[in-house]
Structure formats: C-alpha cells, structure tokens
C-alpha cells in the first residue's frame, strides 16, 4: 500500500510504500481481543484494601451483658453488622498481572496496524518538528493534516519534548516513540500520524 508523505503544512512532498508484513496481514481479532484484556488487566494496581473484624481497632469488652438489657446479644463492636466494624468479603491487595506471550503482542500490533491502513487512518508525516511547546501549534497542524477534534497518536522515531509537551493539554492526542507503542494505543485512536523515520522504526522492530 502506497501513502502520501506530507509536510507540517499538510502538503504532499512524497510518497512511502507501507510493508505488507506489518501493514497487510490478515487481522486476528482473538488475539487483539486477549491483548486488549490482558493489557487492562496490567494496568490495574490492585492496592485496594478493607480491614476484617480481626484487624479494627477496639472491641476488647463486651459491649453490654448477655442477658436483661432488651437489646440484642452482641460481643464486639467490631462485628460487621456495626458501624466502624469489619468488613466481610471485601477487596484485598491483588496482583492482576497477566503475561502475554512475545510472538502474539507482535501480531496483536502488525492485525490494528493492518486494520488501521485498511480503514485508511493513517497519515505518514514528513517529520514532527516543534519550535517550542505552545498546545497552539500542535492545534494548528493538527488542523492543516485535518484531524481536528479527532483521537490522534503520533508516531516518532525518538523522543521528542517539545511535542509531547504541546500535546500536555489534548487529551484525545497523545505523541510516542514508535517502538514503544502497543496494541491498545493504537486500537484506540482514531488516527495514526507517523513519520517518517517513526515508520523506519516501526519496519526494524516489528518486521
């Protein structure tokens, strides 16, 4: 498949020939769907924690005797059915952890980057260049490449400052270096924009 190469100004200065390994594949979409899972899965910290009637404090004397009072008959005030007592069944600190084997996080990618050519939601972009980090140029070429409004990730080759900082204040646009993407990411923008030398990368490491 053949793309347009623009410029920062949305102009076409070239053409790029997209390899059919990673950007061609027939998608497998079981996999991208156990990708998704595991992936959220990964992200969950799992430190949530409730204490039992054993780990509350107080609770040492009975609160009242047995019998003649005409309340009912309690123990501790640290039983569940009081307030301030424990609780029964509640979460504890978990690891959610889930590995996910090497060769199938390497198709989940190469099926949503064949599904995004296929749709047609990528734009390869000459290069990604910022003078500095105003949120009001990524605006402006966000609009000159049309993708105003849109999900956008930007593709780059290495780290780029200045352009991850002017995309702080956009929360549907986010800026990585291509090699560090994932199948997520990817799957949950509406657009990809790539560079150049972010497609090179891409080609080295996914291929």
């Known amino acids: 498949m053949s793309l347009s190469v623009v410029n920062t100004e949305g102009s076409q200065v070239s053409t790029v020939e997209l390899p059919k390994t990673i950007f061609g594949i027939e998608p497998n979409e079981a996999v991208v769907h156990s990708y998704v899972v595991a992936y959220l899965a990964n992200q969950r910290q799992g430190n949530a924690s409730t204490k039992t009637r054993k780990e509350v404090s107080g609770g040492g004397t009975k609160p009242w005797r047995q019998k003649g009072t005409g309340r009912a008959r309690v123990g501790s005030i640290r039983s569940p059915l009081w307030k301030g007592g424990g609780i029964v069944f509640g979460p504890h600190p978990k690891a959610y952890y889930v590995r996910f ?6 198709l989940a990618i190469k099926s949503v980057l064949s599904v995004k050519a296929k749709t047609e939601r990528i734009k390869i ?36 400052p200045n352009s991850m900082l002017a995309v702080k204040n956009l929360q549907r646009v986010k800026v990585k270096r291509a090699r560090l993407t994932n199948a997520y990411e990817v799957l949950n923008a509406d657009y990809l924009v790539i560079t150049v030398s972010g497609l090179k990368e891409i080609e080295e490491v996914f291929a």
């Open 101 to 106: 084997p090497k060769k199938q996080r390497r």
């Open 125 to 160: 972009l000459e290069k990604l260049e910022m003078a500095d980090t105003k949120t009001k140029n990524m605006t402006m070429l966000l609009d000159k490449l049309g993708l105003a409004g849109q999900k956008v990730l930007f593709l780059d080759e290495g780290r780029n």
